[in-house]
C-alpha cells in the first residue's frame, strides 16, 4: 500500500486484500471446503427449527472460530513449508499444534451443535 494514499483508501485495500485471502482459502483448502458445506448445513438447520437470537450468535461465533483458526492454521502450514520444504521434527511439530488448535475449536464447536439441535430434534 503507498503511503500517498488515504487512510479511507489504504483500509479499502486492505479489505480487498482480505477478501482475496478468504477466496484464496476457500478455492484452495480441501478442509474449509468441508468446513463451509457444514457451516452452511447448520445455518439451513437453524433456519428449519428456529432457533433463538442466542443460538444463532453460539452458533455463528462456533463457525466463525472454526474457519477462522483454519485459516491461521493454513498461513502457519505455509509458512512452515516455504521455510523449510523438507521434512523436520520441529517443523511437524510447528504444524501439529496449529491443527491441533482447529482440532480443539471443531470439537467445541460439534459440542454447540450438538446442545443446540439434539432437544430440537428429540
Known amino acids: ?9 489504504n ?8 477478501f482475496k485471502g478468504a477466496f484464496l482459502l476457500l478455492k484452495t483448502e480441501a478442509s474449509i471446503k468441508i ?8 445455518t439451513a438447520a437453524g433456519f428449519y427449527f428456529h432457533i433463538s437470537t442466542n443460538e444463532w450468535i453460539v452458533q455463528l461465533l462456533a463457525i ?3 474457519m477462522s483458526i483454519e485459516g491461521i492454521n493454513t498461513a502457519i502450514e505455509e509458512i512452515a513449508n516455504f521455510i523449510h ?6 517443523i511437524g511439530f510447528i504444524k501439529d499444534i ?4 482447529v482440532f480443539i475449536a471443531a470439537l ?8 443446540i439441535y439434539v432437544p430440537k430434534i428429540f
Open 85 to 90: 520444504p523438507e521434512h523436520h521434527n520441529k
Open 64 to 66: 466463525g472460530l472454526v
Open 98 to 101: 496449529a491443527a491441533g488448535a
Open 1 to 9: 500500500m503507498s503511503k500517498k494514499d488515504s487512510f479511507f483508501v
Open 108 to 115: 467445541f464447536a460439534i459440542i454447540i451443535g450438538l446442545t
Open 35 to 42: 468446513q463451509f458445506a457444514i457451516a452452511i448445513l447448520v
Open 11 to 18: 483500509r479499502l485495500k486492505s479489505i480487498g486484500y482480505a
